[in-house]
């Protein structure tokens, strides 16, 4: 069992940079792939990023391309999502997913594919 715990959350003028962290523990981090989401009021949680095992590939949502960056340290089992040029669009609850899957490179969009999830964090861009 994996757990994750995201953080680095707040309120940022659009324009700003925000870096989230996810923690993990309870399982060898590097078994996994990891996944960023995020969900904003009345809308579907969505696709932003998504980073392999090794950290070698990376995927962006395409709304965030040349603005967010993915990274990760498995020595520290943890995530990274840096967020620069924040616009009010990207206000939404980020959660942060793991897939020990062989086929991510398949599904790494899809939600429903992950099997572990944090709990959160909010993020708020004000125009």
């Known amino acids: 069992q994996v757990q994750l715990v995201e953080s680095g959350g707040g309120l940022v003028q659009a324009g700003g940079s925000l870096r989230l962290s996810c923690a993990a523990s309870g399982g060898t981090f590097s078994s996994y792939a990891m996944g960023w989401f995020r969900q904003a009021p009345g809308k579907e949680r969505e696709f932003v990023g998504a980073i392999s095992w090794s950290g070698r590939s990376i995927y962006y949502e395409d709304s965030v391309k040349g603005r967010f960056t993915i990274s990760r340290d498995n020595r520290k089992s943890t995530v990274y999502l840096q967020m620069s040029s924040l616009k009010p669009e990207d206000t939404a609850v980020y959660y942060c997913?793991?897939?020990?899957?062989?086929?991510?490179?398949?599904?790494?969009?899809?939600?429903?594919?992950?099997?572990?999830w944090g709990q959160g964090t909010q993020v708020t861009v004000s125009s």
């Open positions: 997913a793991a897939d020990g899957e062989n086929n991510w490179y398949k599904t790494y969009m899809n939600k429903n594919e992950y099997d572990y």
